[in-house]
């Protein structure tokens, strides 16, 4: 089911199964602007397997300090679309690689790349049902 929210001046359509995702800063940050909306969801879309990719490739050969810089930049592409969650884990990793504690990164890795598989598909959804 769709419903249409009306936040002060800007209008958000949005899917009620979204999960993941919350448009209230897309919003913010677009004006509005559905173009400028599709554009961000766009490049965020391109960005996700190559943050899920690269994080996972420098955990993988404990390059700490590459590990650290990508969850920094991926939190805030995250942060952008709401997701506060996965924002905080991203914080997460980075602290972690920067203190040196692999063991703990791992599970923390997983579930951010599970809750970016979600956004994305959430955002094909939204995109492919003409809600913004």
Do not use: W
Request: glycine share 4%; net charge negative.
């Amino acid at each position: 089911m769709n419903i249409l929210l009306f936040c002060g001046i800007f209008t958000i359509r949005m899917n009620n199964n979204l999960k993941t995702i919350d448009f209230d800063h897309l919003n913010s940050i677009t004006s509005g602007d559905d173009s400028f909306k599709k554009e961000l969801i766009g490049i965020f879309l391109e960005q996700i397997p190559v943050f899920i990719n690269n994080m996972k490739k420098y955990f993988e050969n404990n390059k700490l300090e590459n590990l650290a810089r990508e969850a920094h930049t991926a939190k805030s592409s995250v942060l952008i679309f709401g997701m506060k969650n996965c924002g905080q884990l991203l914080k997460d990793i980075q602290l972690l690689a920067e203190n040196k504690k692999t063991t703990e990164i791992e599970p923390v890795l997983k579930e951010v790349e599970m809750e970016l598989k979600q956004a994305k598909t959430e955002l094909l959804d939204v995109l492919k049902d003409g809600l913004i």
